[in-house]
């Protein structure tokens, strides 16, 4: 039976990337070299898919070779192409240690093609509620999102944000263009566990290692995404959600803005009790409030953009979307 490192493998591979695909292959053929990491996997506590247990481990490996220190994991990585197991199989033993202690810790993507999604459930909102919003981001990481007002889209022709921001963000687009309305962003916060500053050459060495290393253009966006949050740090408190979200709903809100609580890939992390915690701080929060949702299914056979407005708690299925963004096949009301 195929172990957990195998069975991403199949998922990497069918959303494109048959070189991450073959990392994780070969992860699974020589965990006999690396009895740390072989007994972090065996001995997980949790569902080792939903906790992205595979993308951890490939999260290492590519730490490893971006360091440059082991020439032939950096060459393996800087070519696609040589000896996967015999490099691979060398480095987890020479580095169990190493690998088995960074899958302790969560993935942190932050993946900034999300926000493209976001800012068409947001377009979506603005023609139901007609206001400025604050956004307030579950899972923030970096807080890298919580700059999309910066950030320059094209969904579907549809042309929106900062024009001239470095940070362009073109999905590819099935179905017909979304609602062009306008987005005023007015206040933004967000919450991790485990936050990331922008400005630590070391978190921004972990966003950039969980960046797959067949697609150079992530990388190239992630920089220019961390160069504008250095110049605007984005605001992310240090807390648990089940705790934070609560406590910021219950602040007044600006007058004649709508608050907007987002999550993007954080909340498979969550236990059942935070899911009913922020579930009931919403159903309760006053008007006007909405909630976007990227996330894959209970099933996660597909990762749904979802939008649901209160107090009446209608949720819609704006669009079924690649898990790092890379196209959204939209199902939301369209302009066009």
Same mark, same amino acid.
């Given at each position: 039976?195929?172990? +957990?490192?195998? $069975? ?44 992205? &247990? ?17 020439? /032939? ?7 696609? *192409?040589?000896?996967?197991? %015999? ?36 377009? *979506? &909102?603005? /023609? ?9 981001? &579950? ?21 929106? %944000? ?17 609602? /062009? ?13 485990? +936050?990331?500053?922008? %400005?630590? +050459?070391?978190?921004?060495? $972990? ?41 910021? &709903? ?5 007058? %004649? ?14 236990? /059942?009790? *935070? ?30 953009? *979802? ?25 939301? +009301?369209?302009?066009?």
């Amino acid at each position: 039976m195929a172990g +957990p490192l195998a $069975r991403q493998a199949q998922v990497v591979r069918a959303l494109g990337s048959s070189f991450v695909a073959a990392i994780l292959d070969a992860g699974e053929r020589q965990l006999h070299r690396a009895p740390l990491t072989a007994r972090r996997i065996d001995d997980w506590p949790g569902d080792p898919a939903a906790d992205a &247990l595979a993308m951890r481990f490939n999260g290492a490996l590519h730490a490893l070779a971006r360091r440059g220190d082991r020439p /032939a994991l950096s060459t393996l990585y800087a070519t696609r *192409t040589g000896d996967f197991d %015999g490099v691979i199989g060398d480095t987890m033993a020479q580095a169990d240690a190493f690998i088995a202690d960074w899958m302790r810790e969560p993935p942190q993507t932050n993946e900034v093609a999300r926000s493209a999604a976001i800012m068409a459930a947001l377009m *979506t &909102l603005r /023609a139901d509620v007609d206001l400025p919003v604050e956004l307030l981001e &579950l899972g923030a990481s970096a807080g890298l999102n919580l700059n999309l007002g910066r950030y320059a889209f094209d969904l579907g022709g549809v042309r929106v %944000g900062d024009a001239a921001s470095p940070v362009r963000i073109t999905p590819e687009w099935r179905g017909r263009p979304p609602l /062009a309305h306008p987005v005023e962003i007015v206040g933004a916060a967000g919450v991790d566990l485990r +936050p990331l500053i922008v %400005g630590d +050459p070391a978190a921004q060495e $972990r966003l950039m290692a969980y960046v797959w290393a067949d697609q150079p253009e992530r990388a190239e966006r992630l920089r220019h995404a961390l160069a504008i949050a250095h110049a605007h740090p984005p605001r992310v408190e240090r807390d648990d959600i089940a705790h934070w979200l609560p406590q910021a &709903l219950s602040r007044p809100a600006v007058a %004649g803005t709508c608050r907007v609580v987002v999550h993007a890939m954080s909340l498979q992390y969550c236990d /059942a009790a *935070t899911h009913a915690t922020v579930a009931e701080a919403l159903a309760t929060a006053d008007t006007p409030i909405a909630r976007i949702g990227f996330e894959w299914t209970e099933a996660r056979d597909a990762v749904h953009l *979802t939008l649901t407005t209160y107090p009446d708690g209608r949720t819609r299925h704006l669009a079924t979307c690649h898990a790092y963004g890379h196209w959204i096949d939209w199902h939301g +009301p369209t302009g066009g």
